[in-house]
Each structure stands twice: as C-alpha cells, then as structure tokens.
C-alpha cells in the first residue's frame, strides 16, 4: 500500500462570526477525514472574526476525529494563559488540540493592550519560541499518574509528580507548575508555518528566528513554497535541523468552483512528493471548496489507496503518526533514581537543549495511559 | 411580607473541585477535568432551568510549608476554553467564567468574553476577581507589583475599559487614557449578542459592594443567616442610586451549599458526614497553619486549639485567600471553641462552612424561597460537594417543588443570560 499523504485544510473565513458556520466546515472536514483543520487569528483591526481557539473549543463537542489546530498569538497573551488554554482544548477534544503558533508585528495590535511597543520580527519569534518552551515544559510540569487520590494518606496528588518549570526569560519568567493536568495527548501538537524564503541563505533576520522556533518546538510545519523544487529543497533542510519526526505539509491555495480544478487537484496530491508529508489546503472559499474536498477529493484519493477511509486512533498525534512524548519531568526522575546517575531528587531538571519532542518517546518508551 | 407578587427565585450551579468542599474520596466522585464531568453538571443545571453554571479560577497551586498543598481535589482547566465547549452541548444555560483581572488585559478579555457571547448566542458571563498575590504573580509577565489598595482601582478601569471594547464593537476605535490603562485599540467582531455579556461580583467587603452597585449584574455572597443576608441586602441595594440605577439591575446570589434526606435527621446526619469527609484530621491542622503561621503537625486535630500565640505574615500557607488579621481569628477561633466545647477539628468544621440548606426537598424549597420572598437574596449559586453527579438530587427533588411553588421557572422564557436574570440589553453610549 502506498504512503499514507497528510491532508489538512484552513477554514478561514472572515466575516463570519456564528458557531454554526464554522460547525459545517468542520463536518465537511471530518467527513473528508482530514487530519486537522487550521483557524488564523490576531489582534489586527480587520478582518471581522471570533477568537480562534475559542472557535475550535465550540466546535470540539461536535466532530469526533478532527483535529483542531487554531493560532495563537504569543506577543501579548501570557504564556500560561496559553498553556492552559490549549491544554484545555485538548481536554474538551479528547485529545484533537494543536497549536499554530503566531506573533503579532502591528502597531495597531501592540497599542490595543498599550503594555509594550512593537519589536523587529526575530525578536518576536526568539518570545514566540519562549512561549512554546513555557507551554511545553508546562504540559509536561504534571506528570502523567500525579492524580493519585489515596484515601490512606488523605493526598489527592502525589506532589512529587508535579514540577516547577522555574523559566527564565528575555520577556518574562514562569515559575509553575501548571493548573491543568497534563493534556491526553501529552503534549498538543505544535504547528508553524514557514515560508521556503526563511530557510534561504539570504533569509531575513525574522525568517531565521521562525526557522529556529519551528525546527526546535514543531511537530508539524506548514510550508510555503512556490515550486516543486524548492518545496525539495526547503523540506530536506528542515528535516536536518528539525529530525525525521517532523511533518511538513505544504500549504496550496485551492479553489475548486468546477470540475477541472477538482481533477487537477486530485492529480497533483496524488502525485505527492517534494519532499513532504502531505497537504495543508487553503480554500477560497471553504464550504465550496471542502465540500469539494470530501466529496470528490477524498474519495478519488481513497480510491488510489492513497487516504485513510477512516481515523485511525482518535488523537491528533494518531492521525498524524506522531508518538505521545513522555513528561520530561517524569524522565529525568527515572533517570535520577537510578543508581549510576548521581542526581539528587531536588536538582534541577535539565531541559535537553533540542527541543525535539519525538526524541523523548525513544529515550522513554512509556505508553503512557491516562 | 406584603402582597406583592412573588419574586422568581435565580439558580446557578458552581463547578466543585479545585479545594476541600469536593469530597473525592467518595466512590461516586469522578474526574475533575474529564469534560464529561463539566458536561454533566452543565446538562444538569439546564434541565432544573437553571439561570448559569459557573466555574471558579486560582492560578498558581497553593502551598503549605514551601511545599504544594495535596490534600485537596487540584487540577482544572481554563474557564472560558471549557465554557466555549459547553455551549455546544447546551442551548439556554448561561455561562459564567471566574477571571482575573490582574493577570490578563482588558482588551484581550473583551475579544474573549465577546467570542463566548457570540459562540454561545448570549450567555456569556464574566465574575470579576483581582489579586495581589505575587505568589501567583510569579506565573505571569505582570507578576505581583499591584498594591492590595489599588486592587478595585484597576478592577474599576479594567470593566470600563472593556465595557467601551464591547460598546465600540464592530470597527469602532476605543481611545482610553487612564491611570491603569493607556490603550486604542479596535474590536473587529459584531457587539456582543448580550450588548455586554453579564458581570458578576464576588466579594463582601465595603470596596467590593462599591464596584458592585457601580458595575455588576450579579453579586456572588456569602452570609449565613437570614438577617445578615437581608442586611446585605438592602445595603447594597441601597447603594444602586448613586449610580443611576435600579435595584432589580443587580441580582444577590450568595453561594450555598445543600444536602438533602429524607427525614431532616437523615440529611443533618448526612451534612455531618460529609463535613467530616472535606475536613480530615490533615485538612485540620492545613487550616490551623494557615491562621497560626507555624508547623503544627504534631498538632492533635481531636484535641483542643494550639495554645501558642500565631505568627502573623509568615508565609507559610500560600496561594489561598487571606482570612484576615491572624491574632484577631485565632482570639475569634478560641472564643468559640470554648463556648461550644470543640475540638480542633470540630472548631475548624465549624468555622469554614458556609450557608448550608439542610434538610427534606420540601424544607429546603421553603427556606430557599424563605429567604428570596424576604429580600435576603435574588437567588443561590449551589456549591455541591460532589462532581459530576451532584446537583442531580436537587434538581430532580428540589427544582419541581420550586416550580410548583410558582417562584421558579418551568421554561425558559428567553434564550440569553441577560433574559434569564431580567437583566435590560445595555444601550450603547
């Protein structure tokens, strides 16, 4: 059977602003059994829309297998708000939560909180790249069994299983340990989009910085790239610096108003290759062209033996291939219990430097269950 | 009473969990972040009719002697995410979300709160708190530099400031130069389908009922008799002219906490039990380290009161709401325990609880309407001590002998919050 091809889409829709039209997009989305949809979101005065995760919570209760993967912005918000809030998403979505992390470089966005000014973009996405860092080491900062409700001792949790994060940054510091329990999925899949120019050698500053927080915190990157070859090019670079774990899906501006663009598109995910592990479909017009997707799309893929029929698991991780990561913390307790490691139980834990979740799995094969 | 029509009694339902009034050792206690649970009590509270179901927040995990605090149900979400998810699964129930304002910026909560306004087709609710704890602060970029004084002052700015977001809703530029706030900023979504989803209150204190007349829909109380709540009741009530307003435009709903029997034996005998459950021997000396400021954990919880003097400020519990001046409570405690012959357990038994509706279904149906047919409340937000099953036995005892009584509704009559609480659309400026 042929490789299995990723396929994702944007259900972009500015100007709209009820739950019920964001719940048919994601029906047609799980109806093609894509493994995540994607919502933009910032703080900019236009377009007209809701906040993106906020969306993606509403829509959780209503699909079963999609996974929702809605921006948020890491200029102004607090890293612990995100991490909770995309940890919640998870939560509410039975493990279906990514995150497609985003900065915000306006002037306008800076002035509506009024706290800082703006600030060149490889500095925003060094902050971005913090963010991700606080999230993660938060989401891991309960390790999976702390809930351990012993009636012996009257301890609901075993408060050697939750960590303090103890992060310091340029912009800010989080001491921790996370409110929230750790998610389903461990870790919530961390998605960045990067353009092929970033990865060039004439990169600007700000590229390079996107480059750096996405080879280091992604687990899925959204790519732009104007042809097939630097598609190549660009997806063999990052799977040096990122690690074969990573999944890059190429983002192609579909439009699917008649048949012939149907088959068009049909032939060129079919063909798949540059390098990529599948699609990330940005439509035009999103209950057309999903539509389309789910109805003519999908089915000729899956005819070619090409799609799953169905989701496999239900996780985004699942959909995705991707194992779930082992608490960092709970790893480096494991590591420090054994005799030969001489690491007294209270030293602090040393974050490996490559932040590369799937290495994690392999150095601690726990299955974790929850 | 006079011959005026009966007042409507309102009906929230809090989310327990997160400290020691969810009893998790009991077998029938199930996850406190599963979004099953959260979705059980919320379909429970929409089939009593309820007004809103509403979760509390704490931002940092409390600590006892430098260490975190495990004795209690720990481990929540984020409100507004879970709120957003509830409202796929209900239609009426509004939907309330405990935030802080210290730790977050008004524009940012306008946009979150209008989202959950407008995913939820206007039951969106938002109880205001502060804090200038820096223990919590130490999670966030703001950390704790707020001065406990000026804790209304931001509040105050905070609610204006995105009252105007709401207001100016749709492209309309908001230009705000304040003390607290410096900010233009630009919500680019259509008003709120509530024009403002509704605020809510907590709080008891003179500052408190203040910002309440001034700004709130709701206030969350706590008082434990019929006269102090009737007090409280026309104080702030009273307080509601200075700032334009009526009395009916802010609803009191202290929270309570229920148990139901049978017999009133059976439910004074199952409310004893269940305190006991929330304060174990170990959640006694939690609570008398928290007042006396000094390791008692050698301290027998079945005998009397520690005889040491406490030490004021010494950090040692962190992250939980400050009860007050340590000698004064201590002295208060003492008092107590010795008029009514406790033990230290019994004492802090006594001490921590808060108004409780005891009783036969049709006991508490009377003492609940009691007490809203003589202005001591607008209505209760119930605390039960159990997730996800327990509001089912009041809302399956309880809720149709309100009915019957005519003070509670049997539908719906609107479909947003605001409906639900009698509660005018605000206009825009």
Redesign the interface.
């Known amino acids: 059977m042929p490789r299995q091809l990723h396929l994702s889409a944007a259900v972009d829709s500015p100007g709209h602003?009820?739950?019920g039209h964001f719940t048919a997009l994601a029906r047609l989305a799980e109806r093609a059994t894509l493994d995540f949809v994607t919502l933009d979101d910032s703080?900019?005065?236009?377009?007209?829309?809701?906040?993106a995760?906020?969306?993606f919570?509403?829509?959780?209760?209503?699909t079963r297998g999609l996974g929702l993967v809605p921006t948020v912005t890491t200029t102004?918000?607090?890293p612990?708000?995100t991490s909770?809030?995309v940890?919640?998403?998870d939560?509410?979505?039975?493990g279906r939560a990514g995150w497609l992390v985003g900065v915000s470089d306006t002037e306008?966005e800076a002035?509506?909180?009024?706290?800082k000014g703006t600030a060149p973009a490889d500095e925003l996405w060094a902050e971005a790249a913090d963010a991700a860092e606080v999230a993660a080491r938060l989401w891991d900062s309960?390790e999976d069994d702390?809930?351990i409700?012993d009636?012996a001792t009257?301890?609901?949790?075993?408060?050697d299983k939750?960590h303090y994060i103890d992060f310091e940054g340029t912009?800010?510091?989080?001491?921790?340990?996370s409110?929230?329990?750790r998610p389903p999925q461990g870790r919530p899949v961390v998605v960045v989009a990067v353009a092929a120019a970033d990865l060039a050698p004439d990169a600007a500053a700000g590229g390079r910085a996107r480059v750096t927080t996405a080879a280091r915190y992604a687990d899925v990157v959204l790519l732009d790239a104007p042809d097939r070859a630097t598609r190549l090019t660009a997806a063999t670079e990052l799977r040096l610096r990122a690690g074969e774990s990573l999944r890059i899906l190429a983002r192609i501006p579909v439009a699917l108003a008649d048949e012939a663009a149907t088959a068009a598109l049909i032939g060129e995910l079919a063909e798949g290759g540059g390098g990529v592990d599948g699609f990330h479909l940005v439509p035009a017009d999103p209950a057309r062209d999903l539509a389309a997707v789910a109805d003519r799309v999908v089915p000729a893929l899956r005819d070619l033996g090409l799609f799953r029929t169905s989701y496999g698991g239900p996780t985004l991780r699942d959909h995705l291939g991707l194992a779930r990561p082992a608490s960092r913390y709970a790893l480096a307790a494991t590591l420090s219990s054994t005799p030969a490691a001489q690491v007294p139980a209270q030293a602090p834990v040393q974050i490996p430097a490559a932040g590369n979740d799937a290495a994690a799995p392999a150095a601690a094969p726990a299955e974790v269950t929850r | 009473m006079t011959d005026r029509p009966l007042k409507q009694i309102h009906l929230a339902a809090h989310f327990p969990g997160v400290n020691n009034t969810t009893v998790w050792t009991d077998p029938a206690s199930g996850s406190q972040i599963d979004f099953a649970s959260f979705r059980h009590l919320a379909e429970t509270a929409e089939r009593g009719r309820f007004d809103f179901f509403f979760l509390a927040e704490g931002l940092r995990l409390r600590e006892v002697k430098g260490r975190i605090h495990d004795l209690d149900v720990v481990g929540r979400p984020e409100s507004i995410t879970v709120l957003n998810a509830l409202a796929a699964v209900t239609t009426r129930l509004g939907l309330a979300a405990t935030v802080n304002a210290t730790f977050n910026e008004p524009y940012e909560l306008a946009r979150r709160f209008a989202s959950l306004d407008h995913l939820s087709d206007g039951r969106a609710a938002w109880n205001v708190v502060t804090s200038s704890d820096a223990f919590t602060g130490e999670n966030f970029r703001r950390g704790g530099y707020l001065d406990r004084a000026d804790r209304y002052t931001r509040a105050a700015e905070f609610v204006q400031l995105v009252r105007e977001f709401w207001d100016a809703a749709d492209g309309g530029t908001v230009r705000h130069r304040g003390p607290q706030f410096d900010v233009e900023g630009t919500l680019s979504l259509p008003r709120p389908p509530q024009g403002h989803p509704v605020v809510i209150q907590a709080g008891d204190s003179d500052e408190g009922r203040e910002f309440a007349a001034a700004t709130a829909d709701v206030i969350f109380s706590r008082h434990h008799t019929l006269t102090a709540g009737q007090a409280f009741h026309a104080d702030v009530k009273r307080r509601l002219a200075a700032y334009g307003r009526k009395p009916d435009e802010l609803k009191i709903m202290p929270g309570v906490t229920y148990v139901l029997g049978d017999t009133q034996e059976e439910a004074v005998e199952r409310a004893a039990e269940i305190r006991r459950a929330q304060v174990s021997p170990a959640t006694t000396i939690g609570y008398l380290e928290q007042v006396w400021g000094v390791d008692l954990s050698g301290h027998d919880p079945d005998g009397p009161l520690p005889t040491v003097d406490p030490v004021p400020d010494s950090g040692i519990v962190k992250g939980r709401t400050t009860l007050g001046d340590p000698l004064e409570i201590a002295a208060k405690w003492r008092a107590v325990a010795e008029e009514k012959k406790l033990t230290s357990r019994e004492l802090v038994i006594e001490v921590t609880g808060r108004q409780s509706f005891i009783g036969t279904p049709e006991a508490v149906a009377d003492r609940i309407d009691t007490y809203v047919q003589s202005d001591a409340a607008d209505g209760f937000i119930l605390v039960p001590h159990l997730t996800p099953g327990g509001l089912d036995d009041f809302v399956d005892r309880v809720v149709p002998l309100l009915q019957e009584r005519g003070v509670f509704r049997t539908e719906y009559t609107g479909t947003t919050l605001r409906d639900h609480l009698g509660l005018p659309v605000p206009g825009r400026p």
């Open positions: 602003v009820d739950a703080y900019a005065p236009e377009p007209r829309r809701l906040d995760l906020a969306t919570s509403r829509l959780a209760p209503v102004h918000t607090e612990f708000h909770i809030s940890n919640t998403l939560w509410v979505s039975g306008a002035k509506a909180f009024g706290r309960w702390a809930e409700r009636t009257g301890r609901f949790i075993d408060r939750l912009h800010f510091s989080v001491r921790g340990p409110i929230t329990p």
